[in-house]
């Protein structure tokens, strides 16, 4: 079965900074997709970005991007110009192909410091 | 165009009970997909239910259960309810799996304590 790894369990950034949260995941298979939700305290789940493993070009949205590393299997989110809106959970998750089957991360916090 | 509403909000049920979470997918989406996240921890893939059908299920026993209705609104069960159960339980909505574009939109979630 595909896993899916956040590292880092808490993170913290200075306001209009940058920071970057890892994400590494496991497969077998060669087409899939992967994308990161923001979980805010009021608990409802928001797609920030995603990524289809056969492009090779990173996603980007606004001030969110990725590096996506197929090789290495690793996909990690840099948010730049921090926002105090940005504090929330932030969970890495992998689709397989048929989009049938999804498996997330454990979540990374984001605290942004004023 | 309505969000994805669950219902409901909060609920208590004693161990052993049998429990039934509904969702009310966003318009024109066809397919439901429910998971569990435990405190702290990330959503878990309980199942997924497309046109009124099973189309996907992860590694829960068969005490989870699923229905979707015509209108591709769904209900969750869950029999035997036990303690580890105590769970937000989330579900999500989008249309076709498997396109390159399918985007979930998820509800707010249903708390479910079971004691």
């Known amino acids: 079965a595909q896993t899916v790894t956040q590292s880092q369990p808490e993170m913290s950034v200075q306001e209009a900074e940058t920071v970057t949260l890892s994400c590494t995941y496991d497969?077998?298979?060669?087409?899939?997709?992967l994308f990161w939700y923001k979980q805010p305290p009021s608990r409802q789940m928001i797609l920030v970005i995603r990524?289809?493993?056969?492009?090779?070009q990173n996603a980007t949205e606004n001030r969110f991007s990725v590096n996506f590393q197929k090789a290495a299997k690793s996909f990690s989110l840099k948010i730049s110009d921090s926002q105090l809106g940005d504090a929330a959970m932030y969970f890495c998750a992998y689709r397989t192909p048929r989009g049938n089957q999804f498996y997330f991360g454990t979540g990374t916090s984001l605290t942004v410091i004023p | 165009e309505t969000g994805v509403t669950q219902s409901p909000t909060h609920l208590i049920k004693t161990r052993g009970q049998q429990v039934t979470l509904r969702c009310s997918s966003q318009?024109?989406?066809?397919?439901v997909s429910w998971y569990q996240q435990a405190l702290g921890q990330g959503p878990q893939f309980i199942f997924q239910?497309?046109?009124?059908?099973?189309?996907g299920r992860g590694n829960f026993p068969p005490r989870f259960s699923g229905l979707q209705f015509p209108n591709y609104s769904s209900e969750l069960n869950v029999n035997a309810l036990e303690l580890d159960d105590s769970a937000l339980y989330l579900c999500?909505?989008?249309?076709?799996?498997?396109?390159?574009?399918?985007?979930?939109?998820f509800g707010p979630g249903t708390r479910l304590t079971v004691t």
């Open positions: 999500a909505s989008s249309l076709d799996p498997g396109t390159s574009f399918y985007e979930q939109y």
């Open positions: 239910y497309y046109r009124e059908e099973e189309n």
């Open positions: 318009s024109g989406h066809n397919t």
């Open positions: 990524q289809e493993a056969y492009k090779q």
């Open positions: 497969t077998s298979e060669s087409d899939y997709y």
